[in-house]
């Protein structure tokens, strides 16, 4: 007979994408969390953990616990689902509009308390990620794998509590470059592709083909894509054995966008009734960014512009007038570059008039 027991809001539950089958106990727990896989490719089959604890003791242990899965059903679509060895099934798991939802409660003693309990597991294939050839673009794509609620009972008067929720697995999809026409199967149509390809440059001017063929993102179709490419040859959807160069995907993902940087700009000087003019520069770490200079009307004199010179720099113009008052003036600078977030930076100064 169970001894009675107290509820824990520290109970904890986590979740991690793997490929492959966490190592466990005969009890169904480990002692370490498995880390999420960062990537996966929509060949993949993949499975997602569910891992429940309480906090360090040997007098806690879990009793039941309600969990729900969430997923994105217009990328990812569940398959298999197991519960851990040391739960059963209250109420049937049940998967419906993106959530799976496990009922479950055990008998053993201590499960979880010291140690991290496998609750189940759903295996989950990809329904497909497009590519993009106007963008360039083979993803990733969120999977949406998420837990969506989960209460956890560890005393048996029968009171649970919601648990605390691990961090969402940062884990991504993205397409197969080898599959050029995207059929699921890297094939004869794909070699007809790859050949047309073969040995040529990859400029921002080269057909799309010719930079989806460039596996290793060289800047060049050449013999290390034809090797992978061969590699690969005849291989279908669902696969896990796909052979990727080593910088597979780093080098196919979007360049992160950075803030572009506003140098500082020094105070000046200014006589009524003369203009006063000052250049601002401004550089951004994404070459292909376009920079647009602004001044926040909020916070600088009424009447000055500002207009751009060329890529980087800007212009600022203002004449003071007497009923301007005497000052000292304040500048606000704002440059945005187009990047996706738009990133901003601002940098401030001073002007003030002659007397």
């Not at 616990?65 to 739960?87: K, M, S, Y």
């Not at 050029?180 to 440059?201: C, E, M, T, W």
């Not at 930079?211 to 894509?225: H, N, T, Y």
Request: charged residues 20%.
């Amino acid at each position: 007979m169970l001894e009675d027991r107290t509820v824990l809001t520290a109970s904890m539950v986590d979740l991690a994408v793997v490929l492959e089958p966490t190592t466990v106990s005969t009890s169904g727990e480990a002692d370490t969390l498995p880390a999420s896989l960062e990537f996966l490719n929509e060949w993949n089959t993949f499975a997602v953990e569910i891992w429940v604890s309480t906090p360090d003791t040997t007098s806690q242990g879990i009793v039941s616990a309600t969990v729900e899965l969430g997923f994105d059903n217009r990328q990812v679509t569940p398959g298999e689902i197991l519960l851990g060895p040391a739960f059963q099934a209250q109420t049937a798991t049940t998967v419906d509009a993106g959530v799976v939802t496990f009922d479950v409660a055990t008998t053993e003693v201590g499960v979880g308390d010291n140690q991290f309990a496998l609750l189940g597991t759903v295996t989950f294939s990809t329904i497909d990620i497009p590519i993009d050839l106007e963008v360039r673009s083979i993803g990733p794509v969120d999977p949406g794998i998420e837990i969506a609620s989960a209460t956890i009972e560890v005393a048996q008067d029968g009171t649970a509590l919601a648990a605390n929720q691990g961090a969402k697995p940062a884990t991504d999809l993205l397409a197969v470059p080898y599959d050029l026409n995207d059929d699921d199967r890297v094939g004869f149509a794909d070699l007809a592709i790859f050949a047309q390809q073969f040995l040529q440059p990859v400029e921002p001017s080269s057909p799309a083909a010719a930079w989806l063929s460039d596996f290793d993102q060289s800047g060049r179709v050449g013999f290390s894509d034809l090797a992978f490419f061969a590699s690969n040859f005849l291989t279908a959807k669902p696969s896990n054995d796909l052979v990727f160069p080593g910088n597979y995907p780093e080098a196919w993902l979007p360049e992160e966008n950075q803030a572009p940087d506003l140098q500082e700009i020094d105070d000046g000087q200014a006589t009524v009734g003369n203009e006063f003019s000052v250049v601002v520069t401004a550089t951004d770490p994404n070459q292909d960014d376009t920079l647009t200079f602004l001044l926040d009307q909020d916070n600088s004199p009424s009447g000055a512009t500002i207009t751009p010179l060329n890529d980087t720099q800007a212009v600022i113009r203002w004449t003071p007038m007497p009923s301007d008052g005497p000052g000292p003036f304040f500048f606000r600078v704002i440059v945005l570059d187009d990047g996706l977030p738009i990133m901003v930076d601002t940098e401030g100064f001073l002007v003030t008039l002659d007397t």
